[in-house]
């Protein structure tokens, strides 16, 4: 009786089950896309050969199976499966647990707890865990889909391995598709574009393709859908994107990288990557008029003018017509000549100006206001460039008690090129006048 009611996806005694609960693997080696960590090789493999687990913290992607890796180490090592969300739990919650499952211990037999989306608890209720890890009375088991180094107790990570999830790829979604297939007994009514249109839909996600399968068999097609039919009918994936965490700081990462190496369709790719996860367009526009000083700088002037005028283009349009301003810009800075000599200068003059102190100017170039400090020598023998018949003094501008010291080194690229041989030239007229 029991498999008739596998078979339409129901429970003896409850409502229907969703596709992808009932395509939930029966053991780890039906685990799609995880070897690495499942493996006989893997650290999870080697636990489960050596009947031996600790606690652990699963990070990956929504979809990839933390839940269902949680559920069967239970069933592999004969653990009670306990299982709670740090959404919907607070310390009142966490104290049950930990006393059911001190009394379990005391009966010999040992608790799995799995914390689903654990990065939610705040540091006192990620604390509480300490001692119950630490004396065995619970092995924990975590999920979470942000960076555990920023989210997560440094107490807690000591205590714990960290294993990472991979995203799943089309290959492994394209498997989970064969296996709703086999489990339905009925092939998808997709054209073979559609299909990886579905995949790419899904963006790594298992469970949602799995839900997004589901959809498509309720649409009972009389004929293949397309890919535009497949456009119209579900739902695409959002995109995977926090902008207060580490996504947000990947992608700008990547986004200022591809344009520090000169490719500007990376760099396209990665704003409009930002801009689909709903980050603020000014935020990226910021990021853009530093990259124009920090990389580009004297290289080529214009970067500048070009990322600030971006800006107020965008503040004048909004969006989406201002983005396409942002891109302009993207587009400017990833094509530009590179030099960071000036970002590189005025960290080497602010070193020198720690070092040195208080050290006054040197007296021809001090301010004279008043009769007194003319009288006092201020500003004496200072020579006006302007009037000189190369318009260039060399006179000494650092203090007198410090030796001239070279900050900027312009680079053989876009304007720094013809800035050096100017540099050059001031350079040689300077020694002979000092000879």
Known sequence: MSNLFEAA????GAGPRPLADRLRPKSLKDVIGQDHILGPEGPVGRML????????ILWGPPGTGKTTIARLLSQGLNLHFEQLSAIFSGVAELRKVFDMARARRAQGKSTLLFVDEIHRFNRA?????????????????????ENPSFELNAAVLSRAQVLVLNRLTADHLEQLLQRAENHTGDKLPLEPDARDALKAMADGDGRF????????????????????DLARTVLKRAP????????????????????????????????ARMLAGGEDPLYIARRVVRMAVEDIGLADPNALVQTLAAKEAFDFMGSPEGELAIAQAVLYVAIAPKSNAAYTAFGGAKEA????????????????????????????GYVYDPDTPQGFSGQNYFPDDMPREQYYHPTDYGLEEKIKTRLDHWAQLRAKKQK
């Open 125 to 145: 209720q990620q604390d509480s865990f300490l001692p119950v890890m630490e004396d065995g009375t619970v092995i924990l088991v975590g999920a979470t889909t």
């Open 240 to 271: 995977i994107y926090d902008k207060g965490r580490e996504g947000h700081y990947n992608l700008i990462s990547a986004l200022h990288k591809s344009v520090r190496g000169s490719d500007p369709d990376a760099a396209l790719y990665w704003l």
């Open 353 to 380: 100006a720690g070092r040195t102190g208080s050290l006054s100017p040197p007296m021809h170039i001090l301010n004279a206001p008043t009769r007194l400090m003319k009288d006092l020598g201020y500003g004496k």
């Open 209 to 228: 393709i799995l839900n997004l399968v589901e959809e498509i068999y309720a649409l009972k097609a009389i004929k293949p859908l397309s890919t535009a």
């Open 49 to 56: 050969a050596a009947k031996r687990l600790s606690s652990l």
């Open 9 to 12: 996806g129901m429970d003896e």
